[in-house]
């Protein structure tokens, strides 16, 4: 299923499913296909207007998964999905292989936290009329919170998501189908990972929506000591944030808490724009 990204003034809220051993927040929980229905049912409940589907988790030290893993895990609930919800359907994956299988399964969007560098990526999404999110990440997952270094966080970044856009445009994808995401925690200290969402709407500058996902993730660790189950509050703190500073997508875990926060940052940028509007 495809969808309009324009068509509401509310961010879209994109589940999280996990469909792996080993996810830092719900590993192993939605391994058999039956709770992962279970869960896509109570997240469209909730109010999830796109569910995205993992097969690979990206946590530090987690082991690579082979295509023909990741294909088993997702591409049957993809389909499943498909059939029995009327929800937009987003693919977490770096594989060309798996993102044509997911198209093809009737996924809507390609998530990739490499940003389409895998060869054959761009092309992959090229041949389809699917929508693709291309994820700045600095390093690879294996290492990435080592040592990370910026100078300008927030205009490397933007560098970086400007030229996988434009890598996008020149192999056919259109303007209308690519969104773009910092990747909060990819690579990112605590200060950066706040100086990246306090620069949102240097990143909007570049003509793009963007997405944004921070449920439960370390920096709310660093920032409050809170252990990944206690990191609601922040997650939907942080998730009205971005929601207020312009993003399209929030990607997380609660629904409900996080659709709630995000509508109500959106309804306040709306009226703020119509004050701007008027004076
Ligand atoms: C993000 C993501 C993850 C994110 C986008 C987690 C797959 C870690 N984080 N995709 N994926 N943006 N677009 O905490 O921030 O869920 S995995």
């Given at each position: 299923m495809s969808f309009d990204?324009?068509?509401?003034?509310?961010?879209?809220?994109?589940?999280?499913?996990?469909v792996t051993p080993d996810s830092f927040s719900d590993g192993g929980r939605y391994i058999d296909p039956v709770l992962a229905m279970a869960r896509v049912e109570e997240m469209v409940a909730a109010g999830a207007d796109i569910i995205d589907i993992g097969g690979e988790s990206t946590r530090p030290g987690a082991p690579a998964?082979?295509?023909?893993?990741?294909?088993?895990?997702?591409?049957?609930?993809?389909?499943?999905?498909?059939?029995r919800f009327d929800v937009m359907l987003s693919v977490d994956t770096s594989k060309p292989a798996v993102m044509r299988s997911a198209i093809e399964a009737g996924a809507g969007m390609i998530n990739d936290v490499f940003a389409l560098r895998e060869p054959g990526a761009v092309e992959a999404v090229a041949g389809s009329s699917a929508q693709v999110c291309l994820m700045h990440?600095?390093?690879?997952?294996?290492?990435?919170?080592?040592?990370p270094v910026y100078s300008n966080v927030?205009?490397?970044?933007?560098?970086?998501?400007?030229a996988r856009a434009e890598a996008c445009l020149a192999a056919g994808i259109g303007r209308d189908r690519i969104f773009l995401d910092p990747g909060f925690g990819f690579g990112k200290t605590l200060a950066h990972n706040l100086e990246l969402m306090a620069g949102l709407d240097k990143l909007l500058e570049l003509g793009f929506p963007l997405s944004v996902g921070v449920s439960r993730k370390s920096m709310f660790g660093a920032l409050l000591g809170r252990a990944v189950d206690e990191?609601?509050?922040?997650?939907?703190a942080m998730a009205a944030i971005?929601?207020?500073?312009?993003?399209?997508?929030?990607?997380?875990?609660?629904?409900a808490e996080t659709k709630d926060?995000?509508?109500?940052?959106?309804?306040?940028?709306?009226?703020?724009?119509?004050?701007r509007n008027k004076t």
């Open positions: 990204k324009q068509s509401k003034d509310c961010p879209l809220v994109m589940g999280i499913l996990n998964v082979s295509a023909a893993d990741e294909l088993e895990r997702v591409i049957p609930l993809v389909g499943q999905i498909c059939e990440m600095q390093g690879e997952p294996r290492t990435m919170q080592e040592n927030v205009a490397e970044v933007g560098d970086f998501l400007l990191r609601l509050a922040g997650s939907v971005a929601a207020w500073s312009g993003a399209s997508i929030i990607r997380a875990h609660d629904i926060a995000v509508c109500v940052a959106a309804a306040l940028r709306g009226a703020r724009k119509q004050i």
